[in-house]
């Protein structure tokens, strides 16, 4: 198997196609990546900026490129020895434009006829045999808009197939719409009332049925191709969690492939290990993430704060946001695994919804992935159980139904045999990563601000920092375990980028201050929500400077995901009012436009040491490294789509020729850590090249330990031959004296400087004031070694 020394990920769009990133290669090629990872490329909704929306997966979107776009791609980076990696989409496909998805369309027009209902996740018996699409407005009348034309059913911009012999003369659009096999409900009856499984809460991707072999057979038809003609060396696998039977799909892609290089995109909670049996290299880095941002995380500003806007514990507080999510926005699901329900279940359905929707609610993970995963469940059953004790038969009743292996009859719960699981159990299986998706990372991470470079995908933010000695040991095990799995700092997903969270971690360093400006920044701009206060605080600090337009979009997007003071679906418009006038604030207002630029000039410099040295952990820890696109500068990105925004690559090129024409940079010249972010292109640049030129460096893993009163703020390893050496609380380390006599320990020999060519002669120490003395990240490499 072809395994990438690291990564750099592409958004491609209409904007940026595969043509452009076939022109963008000798730059990435310079900048030492070693394979290009593409975001998905099969053909998508139009004008989708994502690619996670496919309506034909026979074919590589024209408006993305092509296939022709993919050819040349692919030769530009196979001719600069490079490798393609891509992202895929096999648990749903999108259905915003039913005449743009020859699938579904097939369903709408044939019903349960059509040879694509087997391949959508429809439960048909639950709308008397039709598919309910809820598109319609809240107006009284609504089915009164609809028009025949061309044979199809119209409402407004939506179209729909008439089904063969439906439609007669004089019939009107409403008496043909009754005769289909679908039935067009108001969009709010979806959480209650759909009866295909979604992705998520999004009712425009509609959950597709891999596990059946021949849905997966034409669904992977074009992948195949790219692997027969050696286009695509290895695969990214998005939100495996929603598929029927994760560990069957990755066995079946590995065939396919022919056994090439596979991630997936699988959401870890702390402590929580990838199935050993799946047939993949591990996951997409988020569990890397977390490691990394707390160890720049001072744990003594843990207590104040906790205390400066007081809420309840996270594991609490989710609780609530999941039994919300189940009850409301994912109740649809919960009551389809009601009716799953055996006859004999001795449960009323006002009951079992309440018992299933508690135990979503208490699952401690994603999902199990039976017979894996069973302590989850039980583990759940007791929380639930501790929760709500008047359902506690109702509880004892469904354990056994949830996880049948623990009965002789198993698979005879539910319905259809799926892996010996029956069908309720795998769906709630499938169910209860959808709620803790949108009850953790889509709620409760708006809700809780205590430090908000913590809320990231795949991170507790109850989890404050990690020691050094702690995230020694988990290198270890990922060095051990998972050596091929990816590491990242940023992604299309993050909610801030990783920049943003270096600045912001710094809050944490001075927690008083902190306390201070907030106070003051609330009294001057109120906005009534002292959580939501504190998050947009900390979003604006750690972006800064940002336009003003980013900053609005943000606070719309922060507070109705929160779903406290102001929704989505119902928005509170003084509460709004407020929050955009304190956006305003932060630009009009001078009190509180000094406060926001006097606060960001006393943690700026922090925020680049935390920032360069996070991103050389990243890169040279155990693992394959991405660059998501841009961040070889620095990125002050917050969430989607604010992170997916146009890269000025000709200004990158610019900056990385200025010092790769001599293949060193002498300490003299060496960029400033400013702004202009060279300093952060230097350090990307050379801890990738020397990854791919000299991968034996970096088969190891030895931690590197300090001497004297700051050793606490160096953080070390040796890859076998490659020095990764860090700074960490640079602010306590300012207020302590600096590094005075500190120094670390390192095996006698000289040492040559990657970024800046200085070469250290160590006696079995180096003075920690010479290695950063320039940066406060430093990657060596040991000459005598060579």
């Known amino acids: 198997m072809r395994t990438p020394r690291s ?8 904007s940026f196609t595969l043509f452009d990133a076939a022109d963008l290669v000798p730059y990435l090629a310079d900048l030492g990546v070693d394979w290009v990872y593409l975001s998905p490329i099969l053909t998508a909704e139009e004008g989708s900026d994502h690619g996670y929306d496919v309506v034909d997966p026979s074919a590589v979107d024209p408006a993305r490129g092509g296939a022709e776009g993919l050819k040349a791609l692919s030769d530009a980076a196979h001719a600069a020895g490079m490798g393609v990696l891509v992202d895929i989409v096999p648990n749903h496909m999108g259905i915003a434009t039913p005449h743009s998805n020859p699938w579904w369309w097939s369903v709408l027009a044939q019903g ?8 959508f996740d429809i439960d048909w018996d639950a709308a008397n045999g039709k598919l309910r699409l809820p598109v319609l407005g809240d107006g009284d009348n609504e089915l009164a808009e609809l028009k025949l034309a061309g044979g199809e059913l119209h409402y407004y911009d939506h179209r729909f197939p008439v089904a063969q012999g439906t439609a007669g003369d004089g019939d009107s659009a409403q008496d043909v719409h009754a005769r289909q096999h679908y039935e067009l409900v108001n969009w709010r009856r979806a959480d209650n009332e759909l009866n295909y499984r979604r992705f998520f809460g999004v009712n425009t991707l509609a959950g597709v049925r891999v596990e059946e072999p021949w849905v997966f057979d034409e669904s992977h038809a074009e992948i195949k191709r790219w692997f027969d ?14 598929l029927a039977d994760p560990k069957g799909y990755l066995a079946r892609l590995r065939e396919l492939t022919r056994g090439a290089y596979i991630l997936v995109e699988k959401i870890l909670e702390p402590g929580e290990k990838l199935p050993a049996d799946w047939e993949t290299e591990g996951t997409t880095g988020y569990d890397a993430l977390a490691d990394i941002d707390r160890l720049f995380v001072d744990p003594a500003g843990m207590k104040p704060l906790t205390d400066l806007v007081p809420t309840e514990p996270f594991g609490h507080m989710i609780h609530g946001t999941k039994r919300n999510i189940a009850d409301q926005l994912l109740h649809s699901e919960v009551q389809r695994l009601v009716r799953l329900l055996p006859g004999d279940s001795g449960l009323d359905a006002q009951t079992a919804a309440d018992a299933l929707a508690e135990l979503l ?39 056994p139904l949830l996880n049948p292996l623990l009965t002789a009859q198993a698979g005879s719960a539910g319905g259809a045999d799926r892996g010996g699981l029956g069908e309720l159990a795998t769906r709630f299986q499938q169910t209860s990563g959808m709620v803790m998706a949108k009850g953790v990372e889509d709620t409760a991470f708006y809700r809780y601000s205590r430090l908000t470079s913590l809320n990231e995908v795949g991170a507790d933010p109850a989890h404050f920092a990690v020691e050094p000695f702690e995230l020694h040991t988990r290198l270890v095990r990922r060095q051990q375990e998972q050596p091929a799995a990816m590491t990242a700092l940023t992604t299309h997903d993050t909610k801030r980028s990783e920049d943003t969270r270096a600045r912001i971690s710094v809050l944490s360093e001075i927690p008083d201050e902190w306390r201070e400006a907030f ?15 504190n998050l947009l605080w900390q979003a604006i600090v750690g972006a800064w400077p940002l336009s003003r337009e980013r900053a609005h979009a943000y606070a719309e997007k922060a507070s109705r995901e929160a779903s406290a003071s102001t929704t989505w679906t119902a928005p509170n418009a003084e509460f709004e009012a407020r929050m955009h006038a304190a956006v305003d604030a932060a630009f009009d207002d001078p009190a509180v436009n000094s406060l926001v630029t006097s606060l960001v000039e006393r943690i700026r410099a922090a925020g680049y040491s935390n920032s360069l040295s996070a991103k050389l952990l990243q890169l040279t820890m155990p693992g394959v490294p991405d660059v998501y696109q841009g961040t070889e500068f620095w990125d002050r990105s917050l969430v989607d789509p604010d992170n997916r925004r146009d890269v000025d690559f000709s200004r990158r090129r610019e900056v990385l020729a200025s010092f790769t024409e001599t293949g060193s940079t002498p300490a003299g010249d060496a960029p400033k850590i400013d702004e202009d972010a060279a300093a952060k292109l230097l350090l990307v640049s050379r801890a990738l090249r020397l990854k791919r030129s000299r991968p034996e460096l970096f088969t190891d893993y030895l931690p590197v330990t300090a001497t004297g ?13 490659a020095v990764t050496l860090v700074t960490r609380l640079p602010l306590g380390l300012q207020r302590s004296g600096g590094w005075q006599d500190t120094a670390v320990v390192l095996p006698q020999g000289t040492y040559s400087d990657a970024m800046t060519g200085r070469t250290h002669e160590s006696s079995g120490t180096v003075p920690a004031a010479d290695l950063f003395g320039i940066y406060p990240a430093v990657l060596l490499v040991r000459k005598d070694g060579e």
């Open 7 to 14: 990564t750099y990920r592409l958004q491609i769009r209409p």
């Open 112 to 119: 349960r006829e059509s040879r694509y209902a087997e391949a």
């Open 229 to 242: 003609e050696g286009l695509v060396d290895g695969l990214r696998i998005d939100h495996p969690d929603g």
């Open 361 to 399: 609610a208490c699952f401690p993970v994603y999902r199990s992935y039976l017979p894996e995963g069973a302590e989850y469940l039980a583990d759940a059953v007791i929380a639930a159980k501790v929760r709500r004790p008047d359902l506690a038969g109702a509880l004892d009743a469904l354990h």
């Open 519 to 533: 106070t003051q920044l609330s009294s001057l701009a109120p906005m009534g929500d002292p959580a939501m206060e």
């Open 709 to 721: 009163p700051a050793a606490e703020h160096v953080f070390g390893f040796d890859r076998g031959g």
